[in-house]
């Protein structure tokens, strides 16, 4: 089988959402002697892309998008032992968390792998996370991007708490602040100093690349 | 016509009768008890109150409970052991729960399940066989207390908990990690099997509601297209639904299901169910279903509004012109109740911002009237 039909098994066992099929596709192309990198980059990650133009389309919905992550962290895992080197280079950095008092991660687990799939390396703080705990993530990784996510109205406030507490520490200028969540309106979000607040998962990841590519293209 | 009761307005509306005004109502959990509720009732607010029809007994499971230090939290750990396996679910609980109802927020209502009973595909049998094993008994007691505690100031529903499907997604299995769906494409026989042995179970349930004194039967759905996709919706809830409103309305009793989120996408869906309200449809921001678009897909229901939480978050002036901009895209105003709150607790300032413009919303609402009730308010 020629690399291109390696490639070709991986994409569409994520687009098909077969967890057996992306490690058999994985498996196959690693005994052929596909390079891992590609067959992340070139085999699975083409086949997210699809999964997400399927649910922009509205024929995927996101029990899909997450079915789909989930596959090619399946296909991921038989490949990781053959990566060689450093592996990807990563595009950017994110600190992603749910705010105190809510443990809703749905949303923030999809963005999550979503990034990754993108590129970026995503220190994922959990549920539940304090506006002290995200701050020293901040100062501690230094990331481009801060995402935060809230399902209850009563837990939105944190969000500006943290914004706040990252004006108090020099850090607001330094990073970009995406937040998601339903109850979360664009008011709300320029309310409390936010950059943008994502339609959805995809969305917001949409916009963290749009923000580091300009960064590069700044650079 | 002399002054209808609140009770009244919100029965009649709710069986697609006329009304004098717009009903317009608290949901009692939800909401605070004070001079600004008092003045909200005294002016035009009724209440709602949802209470179970039954009690559960589980046969042959031993369940023990203890509190247990894990990953350095204290969680609440319960133990289900039956005679093919067990399993356990672990809740943690904010300082203060259980002490008193604060209503400081969920924690006070909900404890938060930080190990669903669910993990592991072995799990599903022994959750099949405690659902199996599980009796409902009726208990009208609370019904009937509220009932006669309300009178004419609302009305009373009888609590029947999630569809089988969203008892496996958003309770046992839970949806943390996207674990449901994972399970659902990994497992679909399992997830399938257990599905079905629920709705068997509850039969029972749904005939112990229907010939409970309750006025209202109301499914606590907590339905969310983005969650419970077309495919879904269909295939596990549309038939369940059609279910229970057999047995419901051969008893006379409106059904009811509690959609509160983002419902756009199953429009069409709610269409084709034989539910008779659509209760705390949120409107956009935090919905994304226009309450006008609602009423017009759906002509033989009844929606009672959800007032989004993130409005109140933004003051009075946002809540005044909320109500006014609700109004207009719902003229004229029939097939529908207003709900001061399904979510969160409504500030005093909110609550009177609210009354003060449903108080006059005469039916059948014109724009005219709207903008009379505008200007009373300036």
Redesign the interface.
Same mark, same amino acid.
């Given at each position: 089988m020629s690399e291109d039909k390696h490639l070709a098994a991986l994409k569409e066992s994520i687009v098909n959402?077969d967890?057996a099929g992306v490690a058999k596709a994985a498996e196959e192309a690693m005994k052929a002697g596909v390079d891992a990198n590609t067959a992340i980059n070139d085999g699975m990650v083409p086949g997210m892309a699809i999964v997400g133009d399927k649910f922009e389309k509205?024929e995927y919905?996101?029990?899909e998008l997450? +079915?789909a992550?989930?596959v090619m962290k399946e296909g991921i895992k038989v490949v990781t032992p053959y990566i060689k080197g450093e592996g990807t280079r990563k595009v950017g950095k994110v600190v992603i968390a749910t705010v105190e008092?809510d443990?809703h991660?749905?949303g923030k687990?999809?963005a999550t792998s979503l990034l990754r799939v993108q590129g970026f390396e995503v220190i994922d703080l959990g +549920?539940?996370v304090s506006t002290e705990k995200i701050v020293n993530a901040v100062k501690e990784h230094q990331p481009s991007i801060v995402g935060m996510s809230a399902l209850?109205?009563?837990?939105?406030?944190r969000m500006g708490e943290v914004i706040e507490a990252l004006k108090a520490s020099s850090m607001r200028d330094k990073v970009k602040v995406i937040l998601g969540g339903?109850?979360?309106?664009d008011?709300?979000a320029a309310?409390i100093g936010a950059d943008h607040k994502a339609v959805?998962a995809l969305e917001g990841v949409k916009k963290c690349v749009e923000w580091v590519s300009a960064q590069e293209r700044r650079n | 016509m002399d002054e209808m009761t609140r009770r009244e307005r919100i029965l009649k509306t709710s069986n697609g009768e006329r009304v004098d005004k717009l009903p317009f109502f608290h949901n009692w959990r939800h909401m605070q008890i004070g001079w600004a509720e008092r003045e909200a009732r005294n002016r035009c607010m009724g209440i709602s109150w949802a209470r179970p029809s039954y009690v559960t007994k589980i046969h042959d499971v031993d369940i023990s409970e203890q509190w247990l230090k894990k990953d350095s939290q204290m969680v609440y750990h319960r133990v289900f052991s039956t005679p093919v396996g067990t399993v356990y679910q672990d809740e943690m609980r904010a300082p203060g729960t259980g002490q008193w109802h604060g209503m400081r927020?969920?924690?006070d209502i909900t404890p938060?399940h $930080?190990a669903r009973l669910i993990k592991e595909p072995e799990d599903y049998k022994v959750v099949k066989y405690i659902v199996e094993h599980t009796e409902y008994i009726a208990d009208y007691y609370p019904l009937e207390q509220a009932k006669n505690w309300l009178g004419d100031e609302g009305v009373v529903m009888d609590i029947q908990p999630h569809q089988p499907m969203q008892t496996l997604m958003i309770d046992w299995v839970g949806?943390?990690?996207?674990r449901f769906?994972?399970h659902?494409?990994?497992y679909p026989d399992l997830v399938e099997e257990l599905c079905q042995a629920i709705a068997k179970s509850r039969e029972p349930m749904y005939e112990i509601g229907a010939k409970s004194p309750a006025d209202i039967i109301w499914c606590g759905d907590n339905i969310?297209g983005?969650?419970v996709?077309?495919?879904?919706y269909e295939k596990y809830f549309l038939p369940e639904y059609e279910k229970m409103a057999r047995i419901c309305h051969q008893h006379g009793k409106l059904l009811a299901s509690h959609m509160d989120?983002?419902v756009g $996408?199953l429009k069409d869906l709610i269409a084709k169910t034989p539910l008779d309200i659509i209760e705390a449809l949120h409107p956009p921001?935090?919905g994304d279903l226009p309450i006008g678009e609602g009423l017009k897909a759906w002509p033989d229901k009844v929606i009672w509004v959800g007032f989004?939480?993130?409005v109140?978050?933004?003051g009075p002036e946002a809540t005044r012109k909320h109500t006014l901009d609700l109004l207009r895209d719902t003229l004229p105003c029939e097939r529908l109740c207003v709900e001061a709150s399904t979510?969160?607790i409504v500030s005093n300032e909110n609550l009177l911002m609210l009354t003060s413009v449903l108080e006059n919303a005469e039916l059948p609402l014109t724009s005219e009237k709207i903008d009379k009730i505008e200007k009373s308010l300036k």
């Amino acid at each position: 089988m020629s690399e291109d039909k390696h490639l070709a098994a991986l994409k569409e066992s994520i687009v098909n959402l077969d967890f057996a099929g992306v490690a058999k596709a994985a498996e196959e192309a690693m005994k052929a002697g596909v390079d891992a990198n590609t067959a992340i980059n070139d085999g699975m990650v083409p086949g997210m892309a699809i999964v997400g133009d399927k649910f922009e389309k509205g024929e995927y919905f996101l029990s899909e998008l997450v +079915v789909a992550a989930e596959v090619m962290k399946e296909g991921i895992k038989v490949v990781t032992p053959y990566i060689k080197g450093e592996g990807t280079r990563k595009v950017g950095k994110v600190v992603i968390a749910t705010v105190e008092g809510d443990h809703h991660d749905l949303g923030k687990n999809i963005a999550t792998s979503l990034l990754r799939v993108q590129g970026f390396e995503v220190i994922d703080l959990g +549920v539940d996370v304090s506006t002290e705990k995200i701050v020293n993530a901040v100062k501690e990784h230094q990331p481009s991007i801060v995402g935060m996510s809230a399902l209850l109205t009563l837990t939105m406030p944190r969000m500006g708490e943290v914004i706040e507490a990252l004006k108090a520490s020099s850090m607001r200028d330094k990073v970009k602040v995406i937040l998601g969540g339903t109850p979360i309106t664009d008011e709300f979000a320029a309310s409390i100093g936010a950059d943008h607040k994502a339609v959805n998962a995809l969305e917001g990841v949409k916009k963290c690349v749009e923000w580091v590519s300009a960064q590069e293209r700044r650079n | 016509m002399d002054e209808m009761t609140r009770r009244e307005r919100i029965l009649k509306t709710s069986n697609g009768e006329r009304v004098d005004k717009l009903p317009f109502f608290h949901n009692w959990r939800h909401m605070q008890i004070g001079w600004a509720e008092r003045e909200a009732r005294n002016r035009c607010m009724g209440i709602s109150w949802a209470r179970p029809s039954y009690v559960t007994k589980i046969h042959d499971v031993d369940i023990s409970e203890q509190w247990l230090k894990k990953d350095s939290q204290m969680v609440y750990h319960r133990v289900f052991s039956t005679p093919v396996g067990t399993v356990y679910q672990d809740e943690m609980r904010a300082p203060g729960t259980g002490q008193w109802h604060g209503m400081r927020g969920w924690d006070d209502i909900t404890p938060w399940h $930080v190990a669903r009973l669910i993990k592991e595909p072995e799990d599903y049998k022994v959750v099949k066989y405690i659902v199996e094993h599980t009796e409902y008994i009726a208990d009208y007691y609370p019904l009937e207390q509220a009932k006669n505690w309300l009178g004419d100031e609302g009305v009373v529903m009888d609590i029947q908990p999630h569809q089988p499907m969203q008892t496996l997604m958003i309770d046992w299995v839970g949806s943390e990690g996207g674990r449901f769906f994972i399970h659902h494409a990994k497992y679909p026989d399992l997830v399938e099997e257990l599905c079905q042995a629920i709705a068997k179970s509850r039969e029972p349930m749904y005939e112990i509601g229907a010939k409970s004194p309750a006025d209202i039967i109301w499914c606590g759905d907590n339905i969310d297209g983005v969650l419970v996709n077309p495919r879904l919706y269909e295939k596990y809830f549309l038939p369940e639904y059609e279910k229970m409103a057999r047995i419901c309305h051969q008893h006379g009793k409106l059904l009811a299901s509690h959609m509160d989120g983002r419902v756009g $996408v199953l429009k069409d869906l709610i269409a084709k169910t034989p539910l008779d309200i659509i209760e705390a449809l949120h409107p956009p921001p935090m919905g994304d279903l226009p309450i006008g678009e609602g009423l017009k897909a759906w002509p033989d229901k009844v929606i009672w509004v959800g007032f989004p939480g993130s409005v109140y978050s933004m003051g009075p002036e946002a809540t005044r012109k909320h109500t006014l901009d609700l109004l207009r895209d719902t003229l004229p105003c029939e097939r529908l109740c207003v709900e001061a709150s399904t979510e969160n607790i409504v500030s005093n300032e909110n609550l009177l911002m609210l009354t003060s413009v449903l108080e006059n919303a005469e039916l059948p609402l014109t724009s005219e009237k709207i903008d009379k009730i505008e200007k009373s308010l300036k």
